[in-house]
């Protein structure tokens, strides 16, 4: 058996922000051009201060060549000195040596002050520069002049600090330009995530994109804009279906009325609504009498007339708080909650009889007149449960309808 190896789990920790990763680019690319910028400066002062440092040297060895020149051609040593003198006392000059025409040492003079920096003398005086003395024409010797960093240092020190305050405002400058365009861009961008966030989680279909400062992303936010107003449409149609379709699954269409479903629902929520106050409430089961004459005489059109005369009378005579439903072709459930001292079964009962019996007008220009026959169950007297009250009330309903036959 082959053992496969899972795929790697991707860990939402370990994601990062699109600023964050901007930053970070950023800062690579404004170190790498401070760091350019830096090396670029320092090569420029180098070659700068070396041209510098050697015209320096060239000249005084041309001064020491001018100074020589007429005791060499007399072969005197201590003029030759006295030629160099003026030498000695240039900063900068650690060494000065001038041979004859053979390339024999004539006189020699060695600096007596310490070099400070021996690593500038190494880089920008190697090697001593070296003037040739002509007399007519003649070579009759020549005059080497070794340079120190004594006059280097200070150059050395303001070009250190001129390149970092370059460094510094190019430093800043570029961060400053990268955080401009970290928030030029991040910010709209956010803008966008957060509406699409709200979308997603919350189903705010009325959020949208505000117009934004970049072209590609605002043409981007009005598509997104233009795509959550039609989802904002269908949402609206969804929940039009949605209610239209609760309520036909709770109501009869004839009549209106809530259905057998609902009755069942709002029995049992005001049963457990009685018993935790210790309360009470009536039932009311309500039947049409001889229903069946009024479709066989005057048709299905003129039972439905009845139908809808006697629902909307039956809701006439109710409270605010009562409920009544249609369960079947021709009865009906009243609940009368609450039901206290001041209000009695009987007398609604009788407020609904009254109301039935008023005439009921026909399609086809008659008239009928309706009559009901009521049950009245009272909870928790009658029953403590939705099947023991609608039982109690189907009884007492028959014992109505057969004493109203018996009369």
């Known amino acids: ?35 350019l910028s830096g090396l670029t400066i320092l090569l420029a002062g180098v070659t700068a201060l070396r041209g510098y ?3 320096n040297i060239e000249l005084a060895a041309q001064l020491g060549a001018y100074g020589v020149e007429p005791a060499l051609v007399f072969n005197d040593p201590q003029a030759v000195r006295e030629g160099l003198e003026p030498l000695t006392r240039i900063p900068g000059i650690a060494r000065l040596r001038v041979l004859n025409d053979v390339g024999r040492p004539v006189t020699e003079w060695t600096s007596p002050a310490t070099d400070p920096a021996p690593i500038l003398t190494r880089i920008f005086f190697p ?18 002049v070794w340079g120190d960093s004594s006059t280097l240092i200070d150059y050395v020190r303001l070009g250190l600090l001129a390149g970092l305050g370059c460094l510094l405002v190019t430093a800043f400058g570029t961060i400053f330009l990268a955080r401009r365009f970290e928030y030029e861009l991040v910010k709209p ?5 957060t509406v699409a966030h709200d979308v997603r989680l919350h189903r705010r279909f009325d959020k949208r994109v505000q117009p934004l400062g970049i072209s590609e992303l605002d043409r981007l936010g009005g598509d997104i804009n233009a795509l959550l107003d039609e989802l904002q449409g269908w949402q609206g149609h969804m929940e039009s279906e949605h209610a239209m379709l609760a309520h036909r699954a709770s109501h009869d269409p004839l009549t209106a009325m809530p259905n057998r479903a609902a009755f069942d629902e709002q029995l049992t929520l005001r049963i457990e609504a009685a018993a935790g106050r210790s309360g009470r409430f009536a039932l009311l089961f309500i039947d049409a009498d001889n ?11 003129a039972g439905d007339a009845v ?25 009906f459930i009243v609940i009368i909650d609450p039901l206290d001292n001041e209000t009695r079964a009987e007398s609604l009962v009788n407020r609904i009889r009254g109301s039935v019996a008023e005439p009921v007008s026909l399609p086809g220009g008659e008239t009928y007149r309706a009559a009901v026959s009521v049950g009245v169950a009272i909870f ?27 009369k």
């Open 1 to 35: 058996m082959t053992s496969q190896t899972p795929p790697p789990v991707e860990r939402i920790g370990a994601r990062t922000t699109l600023q964050k990763l901007l930053s970070r680019f950023h800062f690579g690319i404004t170190l790498f051009a401070v760091a």
């Open 291 to 301: 229903f069946k004459a009024a479709n066989d005489n005057f048709g299905h059109a």
């Open 189 to 193: 961008l956010n803008e966008i995530a």
């Open 380 to 406: 928790p007297d009658n029953g403590s449960n939705a099947t023991t009250l609608l039982t109690a009330a189907d009884a007492a309903m028959y014992a109505d309808k057969m004493t109203s036959r018996s």
């Open 127 to 144: 090697r001593p520069f070296a003037v040739t003395v002509q007399r007519n024409g003649s070579a009759i010797g020549t005059v080497e």
């Open 53 to 55: 440092a050697d015209r």
């Open 307 to 331: 139908l809808v005369a006697l629902s909307a009378r039956i809701k006439e005579t109710l409270r605010k708080g009562d409920f009544a439903a249609r369960i079947g072709g021709d009865e």
